[in-house]
């Protein structure tokens, strides 16, 4: 079945800098890749969406690149901020047969310090 | 339009009583999902439903129960509450037509705390 993996390790950065957040996949190839937000206590928030033929995406600071060779999706916030402190979570697209079950990785926590 | 509503936000129960949690979603979006998110842990798939159906359902045991209804909104039971069952449960609707990648993104709601003791 198809996998997904983040790095379970926080990532901790200065304000500033770029935050690099990486989404490995295994088993298979995933036609798009989701990108969501998650701030603690609360639903996850719908970032971007970048498709195996897109290799990259931006959307104000953010910017997401697709390696179909690397079998990796990264997740760019420039110029990062502390409001930018949050868990981001990447999911694929359902599995063939099980349309509406999405299964997210388990999530990278960014910390920005000021 | 209006986001994903979810009741009640907070809830606290005792081991043994069994609980039920709504989730009005997103006019048009037929497709509603539940998750579980307890302490430190990632979102664990519950069930989704698509047209008062159960169309996928995760691996929990069948204290976890679901349904919907016409309009499309949700509820959720848990019986037999265990200390376990702690945790933040996360609604989300979408269009999930598989037609289109867009279709698959999901909107949720703030969740609803639950607190077994």
């Known amino acids: 079945s198809q996998k997904i993996e983040q790095n379970s390790e926080a990532l901790n950065i200065q304000e500033g800098k770029t935050a690099t957040l990486t989404c490995n996949y295994t088993?298979?190839?995933?036609?798009?890749l989701q990108w969501y937000r998650q701030d603690p206590g609360r639903g996850p928030v719908f970032l971007l969406l970048?498709?195996?033929?897109?290799k990259e995406k931006r959307k104000e600071r953010l910017k997401v690149t697709f390696d179909t060779t690397l079998k990796q999706s990264l997740f760019h916030i420039t110029a990062s901020q502390p409001a930018d402190s949050a868990t981001y979570l990447c999911?694929?697209?359902?599995?063939?047969?099980?349309?509406?079950?999405?299964?997210f990785g388990q999530g990278t926590t960014l910390q920005v310090k000021p | 339009k209006a986001g994903v509503t979810q009741t009640p936000r907070y809830l606290i129960k005792t081991r043994g009583q069994q609980v039920t949690l709504s989730c009005s979603p997103i006019?048009?979006?037929?497709?509603v999902s539940w998750y579980q998110q307890t302490p430190g842990q990632g979102l664990q798939f519950l069930f989704e439903?698509?047209?008062?159906?159960?169309?996928n359902k995760g691996n929990f045991p069948g204290r976890f129960s679901g349904r919907q209804f016409s309009n499309s909104r949700s509820e959720m039971n848990v019986s037999t509450l265990e200390l376990g069952d702690s945790a933040l449960y996360l609604c989300?609707?979408?269009?999930?037509?598989?037609?289109?990648?867009?279709?698959?993104?999901?909107?949720f709601g703030a969740g609803s705390r639950l607190t077994v003791l």
């Open positions: 989300a609707s979408s269009l999930a037509t598989g037609r289109n990648s867009g279709a698959n993104v999901l909107t």
């Open positions: 088993n298979y190839s995933p036609a798009y």
């Open positions: 970048i498709r195996e033929n897109e």
């Open positions: 999911a694929p697209p359902p599995e063939p047969g099980n349309t509406g079950k999405l299964i």
């Open positions: 006019s048009g979006h037929r497709s």
């Open positions: 439903y698509f047209s008062e159906t159960q169309r």
